[in-house]
Nanobody
Framework: EVQLQASGGGLVQAGGSLRLSCAASGFTFDDYAIGWFRQAPGKEREGVSCISSSDGSTYYDNSVKGRFTISSDNAKNTVYLQMSSLKPEDTAVYYC??????????????????WGKGTQVTVSS
């Protein structure tokens, strides 16, 4: 059973930083990429970033390029999302998910059973 647990969310002032963690279990880590997604109130869920466990390819949405950094510790089956220069519009529930593909230009959307529970990120102005 694919299990993913996101943590590290919280309340931070605009301009601040947070680091999210996604601990994965129940599957072979190298077989999947890991993606970070977010959903703000009243908005659709969107892809933020992803990283390929096999070759390290990364993807960033334009809205977070230059501010967020994704990394992977394959020995710990954990992916991190370092978020800096946070803006109020970054406020959302952040989810991690196991996805089939991640490259610098696109990624696959997760299947229903490959999502983890989210962690709330709130950025105050």
């Amino acid at each position: 059973e694919v299990q993913l647990q996101a943590s590290g969310g919280g309340l931070v002032q605009a301009g601040g930083s947070l680091r999210l963690s996604c601990a994965a279990s129940g599957f072979t880590f190298d077989d999947y990429a890991i993606g970070w997604f977010r959903q703000a109130p009243g908005k659709e869920r969107e892809g933020v970033s992803c990283i390929s466990s096999s070759d390290g390819s990364t993807y960033y949405d334009n809205s977070v390029k230059g501010r967020f950094t994704i990394s992977s510790d394959n020995a710990k089956n954990t992916v991190y999302l370092q978020m800096s220069s946070l803006k109020p519009e970054d406020t959302a529930v952040y989810y991690c998910a196991a996805i089939g593909f991640c490259s610098g230009s696109y990624f696959y959307w997760p299947t229903r059973d490959h999502w983890g529970k989210g962690t709330q990120v709130t950025v105050s102005s």
